[in-house]
């Protein structure tokens, strides 16, 4: 009697660890992903750097080291790095916003607003995106009431993220709308209450403080998990 042959096993696809098992340059970047999330960005850009000259068509290895840049305060760097990965990842909305956050470092704030724009027009559901144009906005001066629109749109999209509401904040203060500012910032302190920025914002509104300059601090991790409550995010210094 014959027998009927059994069909072949099928075999999976790998999946991504085992990819970056089998691919040096992958693994490096995931490496360098894990050390930038235990706050190393130092270690993570010397793991990165060399990966990235042996393969340099990564675009997730070139978001990384946007991020890390940004994190050092090494912004033209950040801005070349957030380039690379547009270019070879033009449907990632990630790179256009690392991006408008340079420019705006940088002070080239038609750039960093156009940047923003471009990264909603890719995601436009994505919150993240929406508050890069508020900020690109506030920080150039200038169409405030559309900074104040993106800032509520971003709400809108993801009403329990307290920053957010601190953006919201911001734009209606920028606008004169001080009451309704009050009430934007408390609610980011009701949902995130251990942070400095908001609570001095407030406190200003209120008249309880008065304004002083800070450093601008970029430790924030970009477009990346949520951060911890007592960490200060780049935009709250804008």
């Known amino acids: 009697m014959s027998t009927i042959p059994l069909p072949p096993t099928p075999i999976a696809a790998p999946g991504a660890a085992e990819r970056a098992a089998a691919d040096p340059a992958d693994m490096a970047v995931t490496q ?15 793991l990165l750097e060399p990966a990235l000259a042996a393969r340099p068509e990564a675009p997730a290895g070139w978001i990384l080291m946007a991020r890390l840049r940004l994190a050092l305060d090494q912004v033209e760097p950040a801005l070349h790095a957030a380039n690379r ?5 033009p449907e990632d909305p990630r790179p256009l916003a690392i991006a408008s956050r340079a420019l705006t470092l ?9 940047m923003a724009y471009r990264a909603v027009i890719v995601e436009p559901k994505n919150p993240l995106w929406h508050d890069r144009v508020a900020w690109a906005l506030l920080a150039a001066d ?9 800032a509520r749109t971003a709400v809108g999209l993801d009403p329990y993220e307290a920053h957010y509401y601190f953006t919201h904040g911001v734009a209606l203060a920028a606008l004169g709308h001080i009451d309704q500012a009050r009430q934007s910032l408390q609610t980011s302190l009701r949902l995130e209450p251990n942070n400095p920025v908001a609570r001095q914002r407030l406190d200003i509104l209120n008249g309880d403080a008065v304004p002083t300059p800070e450093k601008k601090k970029r430790g924030w991790k970009l477009f990346g998990r949520k951060s911890e409550p007592t960490v200060i995010r780049p935009e709250e210094q804008a």
């Open 106 to 114: 940088l002070g080239k704030h038609d750039e960093a607003m156009g």
């Open 142 to 150: 200038r169409q405030l009431a559309d900074a104040e629109q993106a």
């Open 32 to 46: 360098a992903a894990a050390l930038f999330e235990n706050m190393q960005p130092e270690q993570a850009l010397a």
């Open 85 to 89: 990965a547009a270019e070879q990842a």
